[in-house]
């Protein structure tokens, strides 16, 4: 009895499920886009879209279509992102069209050109800019004769110095001729290899060199004034300017750097022997080249010496 009971529901229980399956089968799947209210016009979006279920992309928005539709990044009517970006006007997009620009750059460019003039004047009322140049007309030659006539001054014989038209002419052409070339080179370099002489004594700093190259300046224009008041308080008159005198006193760097060197590579005897050596030769170069300047008037053969 039990048995054949048991073989009943099993059968009732496999009829049940085939019969809800043919049921599930006939049913029309839902796309969510019936309403389950015939009557109703619109669908219920309230709670968001049916799962499952992607809307279509709004026109003027990028998006996707899933469940067969297109897929992908999709633009979709409507004026492009980059068609709704702010207007530039022409002239704010190309200044140069602007007229305003051009006026403003032919002010600019007035403005500069006068501020040039005046500069310009105001340079030349207490420096010429064309005799500062006379004195840097170098070239390789001279500036190798010249280091020759200071380090031996005894070996030069003719000191006159030549002039053109009541002007001298440039150093280039002249190896008597002062210049400022060497001086400024020379003053450059001494401080340079102070720097080093610092440095092997374990005393260099930037301070202590910034002291050594103001102290070395400030010297070269107290001799620089010394001499143009002695000149003053004698009454001499000569053809010598400030920037000669300035060239004449910055040639005592050669010895001074030629000294530094010796000292560092043999020592202290070595260095005061130089020392002696180039100041000496200096006074003598000094003596021979402004005595012409000084003392009196000689005349020489295609050459005139001027002095007072």
């Known amino acids: ?9 099993t059968l009732d229980f496999q009829s049940s499920l085939n019969a809800a399956s043919k049921s599930a089968s006939k049913r029309k799947p839902y796309t969510g886009l019936e ?4 009557n109703q016009l619109f669908d219920d979006t309230s709670f968001g879209t049916p799962y499952g279920v992607s809307q279509p992309p709004q026109p003027g928005h990028w998006g996707s279509w899933g469940h067969g539709g297109p897929t992908g990044n999709v633009y979709v009517g409507g004026p492009r992102p980059s068609e709704q970006a702010f207007n530039v006007p022409a002239f ?16 600019g460019s007035t403005l500069a050109s006068q501020g040039k003039e005046a500069m310009e004047k105001n340079i030349d009322k207490y420096m010429s800019v064309n005799k500062l140049k006379y ?39 002249d190896v008597n001729a002062p210049d400022l070339y060497i001086p ?18 374990n005393r260099f700093s930037p301070e202590v ?25 004698v009454t001499v008159r000569t053809d010598l300017t400030t920037f000669d005198l ?23 005897r070595a260095y005061y022997g130089m020392l002696a050596w180039c100041s000496f030769a200096l006074i003598w170069f000094l003596i021979r080249t402004l ?18």
């Open 35 to 38: 309403s389950e209210d015939p």
């Open 184 to 201: 400024c080179m020379a003053f450059i370099t001494y401080i340079l290899l102070s720097g080093i002489a610092l440095g092997m004594q």
């Open 92 to 107: 704010l997009s190309d200044p140069m069209t602007n007229p305003m620009t051009n006026m403003a750059m032919a002010y």
């Open 135 to 173: 004195y840097f007309a170098v070239d390789t030659v001279y500036v190798g004769k010249k280091l020759g006539i200071l380090l031996f001054p005894f070996m030069h014989k003719d000191w006159e110095i030549c002039y053109e038209k009541d002007t001298s002419v440039a150093p280039r052409a």
């Open 209 to 233: 060199l910034g002291i050594q190259a103001s102290s070395a300046l400030i010297w070269l224009v107290i001799e620089t004034l010394a001499v143009l008041l002695s000149l003053y308080i």
């Open 291 to 308: 005595r012409l300047k000084i003392l009196a008037d000689v005349a020489a053969e295609g050459c005139m010496v001027h002095s007072g």
């Open 246 to 268: 300035v060239a004449y006193a910055g040639y005592k760097y050669v010895g001074m750097i030629l000294s530094i060197t010796t000292g560092l590579l043999f020592g202290s």
């Open 1 to 9: 009895m039990y048995t054949k009971k048991t073989k009943q529901q």
